[in-house]
T-cell receptor
Framework: EDQVTQSPEALRLQEGESSSLNCSYT??????LFWYRQDPGKGPEFLFT???AGEEKEKERLKATLTKKESFLHITAPKPEDSATYLC????????????FGSGTRLLVRP | DAGVIQSPRHEVTEMGQEVTLRCKPI?????LFWYRQTMMRGLELLIY????????DSGMPEDRFSAKMPNASFSTLKIQPSEPRDSAVYFC??????????FGDGTRLSIL
């Protein structure tokens, strides 16, 4: 069964304190891995798609990496506005549309 | 550009009442998704439409749930009769081809 596990469930950082969020997955062939950001009372906002092991993508203070078993979302020198829940989702090769979401990591960055 | 628009943003109603949630996808997108988000189960896909045709409704929990997409710019998710366990945040998402899904801001539904 396809599965996504995110850790930690919650993370508190001081502004400027870099860290990483983990997304471990099991899927019958990976079509793509997606990272979304969700603010309270809002819908998930698309960040990145990764397709193959070794791939990396960056956006401002965020960098996503992918291996055959997991993905990391690295946050460099975070700011309070980076506080949000970060969701990881996988799409299996045999599906053109279905995303399996993890339960998310709630990130709080304190000034 | 306008994103996915959902209405209402909040709905509080009594058990047994009919609930209708509405979604306007991003113009030009040809796929539409309805999701439900709860603390216990996270984000779950309820139904997927492609070119206005329901392709996968295996996530619809019961016959009390139904969804329609009469045209490319409008979809509804209906619950009749509603039950307290249906309380959740319901999201609509759309995409073009194989591009990533873009989500609306959801409807927070409370069934008393």
């Amino acid at each position: 069964e396809d599965q996504v596990t995110q850790s930690p469930e919650a993370l508190r950082l001081q502004e400027g304190e870099s860290s990483s969020l983990n997304c471990s997955y099991t899927v019958s062939g990976l079509r793509g891995l997606f990272w979304y950001r969700q603010d309270p009372g809002k819908g998930p906002e698309f960040l990145f798609t990764l397709y193959s092991a070794g791939e990396e993508k960056e956006k401002e203070r965020l960098k996503a990496t992918l291996t055959k078993k997991e993905s990391f979302l690295h946050i460099t020198a975070p700011k309070p506005e980076d506080s949000a829940t970060y969701l990881c989702a996988v799409q299996a090769r045999d599906s053109s549309y279905k995303l399996i979401f993890g339960s998310g990591t709630r990130l709080l960055v304190r000034p | 550009d306008a994103g996915v628009i959902q209405s209402p943003r909040h709905e509080v109603t009594e058990m047994g009442q009919e609930v209708t949630l509405r979604c306007k996808p991003i113009s030009g997108h040809n796929s539409l998704f309805w999701y439900r988000q709860t603390m216990m189960r996270g984000l779950e896909l309820l139904i997927y439409f492609n070119n206005n045709v329901p392709i996968d409704d295996s996530g619809m929990p019961e016959d009390r749930f139904s969804a329609k997409m009469p045209n490319a710019s409008f979809s509804t998710l209906k619950i009749q009769p509603s039950e307290p366990r249906d309380s959740a945040v319901y999201f609509c998402a759309s995409r073009l081809g194989d591009q990533p899904q873009h989500f609306g801001d959801g409807t927070r539904l409370s069934i008393l």
